[in-house]
């Protein structure tokens, strides 16, 4: 597992494509809810809560289906597949790797969205840290699995949203709400079903995705 | 590559090509007319409520076939028996047209009864996504064709999809848990007041499984006669 990690960060670092890619991307969002969506009407940090994690959601769709398919270009997946590895493991550190370029990219990005948005409050809290990183684990998680999902067929890029977002759901609903409440200060307790749901949601698909990845690396 | 078998699937089959379709019509011409004509109108809400007859069965059994897809993608992964996939995507295709039956039925009814069209209750958000990862598991099926492998990744799909639902039910109460579901549990009470009402429903639950049985069973034949085709065309082209 944390091969492939280091081997996927390490492709990322040479390259900077996935990273730089995404974040210009989440900028030209922030553009189009800009002129889409009335800048002045943005101003309210629930709104910013959701306009992030749809930001992110585009955006992280890109960057998983293009880490499926460089393996699968460079004929890497069938390696992998051979390898005398746990393929559970070979989930993992791609979930791993996609993790730390979603997690950068939002840390990022949402104090630029604040700025260009106008945020009226923004502060940094636990509830905040803790949002950003179950949101994006969950992301990491899903949209890791649903890009392996989609990689074998002939559309893979439309594809890809098509089997997460409805998955993601769930997920969607529950970090927007904690992340309001965490750019706004709200006490961790009074969002804790919500945290929970968060974390089970991580579990759920990082175990599922370890347990089934089996089946999906054996081309 | 197919499970050829000694019974070519075109073969008649007298349970799957008389009876079954036989006791669904039946049943259905017997619930169409208990609801149309003997069923008295619930005193509140009119004639329109004579849609809840079928639209809850509707409902549950849309659930319901997910749960089948799930189990059957559960059984092919395990065992790799091309009639569990078949299974699978049988009972997803129908459950996709029970869900869609659902999301036509109830805004016909939410429209005089409510006032709208559609609002963001948690049963309405919850069939609307279920709605949607049904579409999502049929495309993935449609795009990547028959391969092998292309099975066993729309299998896992269906697996997950059916363990995000407990999720999506939660994230959906606590979301919208500050709404009344008074309206919805209402017409549940007042459906049960007369006994015509009752006996209404039971008929109509049982022509609505009987017809998704049959299309669930025609649509794993016709699935099997698609694979019998292609690995004819294949013994004819080598």
Known sequence: MWVILRKDLAIERRTGEILSSLLLLALLMVLVFAFTLEPERLRDPGLLAGLLWATLLFSSTLAFGRSVVLEREAGAWTALAMAPIDRGAVFLGKVAANLVLLLGAAILVLPVMAVLLGTRALVPSALLGLSLVLGTTGMAAAGTLGAALASRTRAREVLLPIVTFPLLAPLLIAVVRTTAGGLVGTPLVALRPWLVLLGSFDLVFLVVGWLTFDHVLED | ?238
């Open chain 2, 1 to 238: 590559m197919s499970s050829r078998t000694d019974r070519p699937a075109g073969a008649l089959n007298p349970w799957r090509d008389l009876w079954l379709p036989a006791a669904t019509t039946a049943a259905m011409v017997a619930a169409l007319w208990l609801v149309f004509v003997v069923v008295p109108s619930e005193r509140v809400q009119g004639t329109v409520q004579r849609i809840f007859y079928f639209h809850v069965h509707l409902a549950w059994m849309a659930f319901g076939g997910f749960v089948v897809t799930a189990g059957a993608s559960v059984a092919y992964l395990a065992r790799g028996q091309r009639a569990a996939d078949r299974l699978a995507e049988a009972s997803a295709e129908v459950g996709l047209l029970y869900t869609t039956l659902v999301l036509v039925t109830g805004p016909l009814w939410a429209r005089p009864i409510w006032g709208v069209w559609w609002t963001w209750d948690p049963r309405l958000t919850m069939t609307v996504v279920l709605w949607a990862i049904y579409a999502s598991y049929l495309m993935l099926r449609r795009l990547g064709g028959r391969d092998e492998v292309i099975l066993r990744y729309a299998a896992v799909l269906g697996v997950v999809g059916v363990l995000d639902i407990p999720l999506l039910i939660i994230a959906i109460r606590l979301w919208r848990g500050v709404h009344p579901a008074v309206l919805l549990a209402k017409d549940a009470d007042a459906g049960l007041a007369n006994p015509m009402m009752v006996q209404t429903l039971i008929v109509a639950g049982v022509a609505l499984a009987l017809l998704f049985a049959w299309l669930v069973v025609l649509r794993m034949q016709f699935s099997a006669l698609d694979d019998e085709v292609e690995a004819l065309s294949a013994e004819v082209a080598a």
